[in-house]
């Protein structure tokens, strides 16, 4: 099984960028396809993004195109979301996710193994 560390949270100004990484043990993080999520406080767990599992195709959420980016480094087994242009409705604690097969990205229950999140708080 693949254990999941998410990092780099914190607080930034509206405007500004962050880059979260997703460390990932075991040595073959390129069996599976990643998945970022995230949840305000009070709210539902929502779909930011996902990557597939050799970083060839990505999708996003339609409120964060354009801001967000991931990528996938398997040299270090991590994968990342850049996240630019930042608003203070992007605040919430940002949860990365795995699963061998993935046929919808945008699923939470699609993915077996999950971080346990970093906090990112956007200030006006």
């Known amino acids: 099984q693949v254990q999941l560390v998410e990092s780099g949270g914190g607080l930034v100004q509206a405007g500004g960028s962050l880059r979260l990484s997703c460390a990932a043990s075991g040595r073959t993080f390129s069996s599976y396809s990643v998945g970022w999520f995230r949840q305000a406080s009070g709210k539902e767990r929502v779909f930011v993004g996902g990557i597939s599992r050799n970083g060839g195709y990505t999708k996003y959420a339609d409120s964060v195109k354009g801001r967000f980016t991931i990528s996938r480094d398997y040299d270090k087994n991590t994968a990342y979301l850049h996240l630019s242009s930042l608003k203070p409705e992007d605040t919430a604690v940002y949860y990365c996710?795995?699963?061998?097969?993935?046929?919808?990205?945008?699923?939470?229950?699609?993915?077996?193994?999950w971080g346990l999140g970093t906090q990112v708080t956007v200030s006006s």
């Open positions: 996710a795995a699963q061998f097969s993935v046929s919808a990205y945008n699923v939470p229950e699609e993915y077996n193994y």
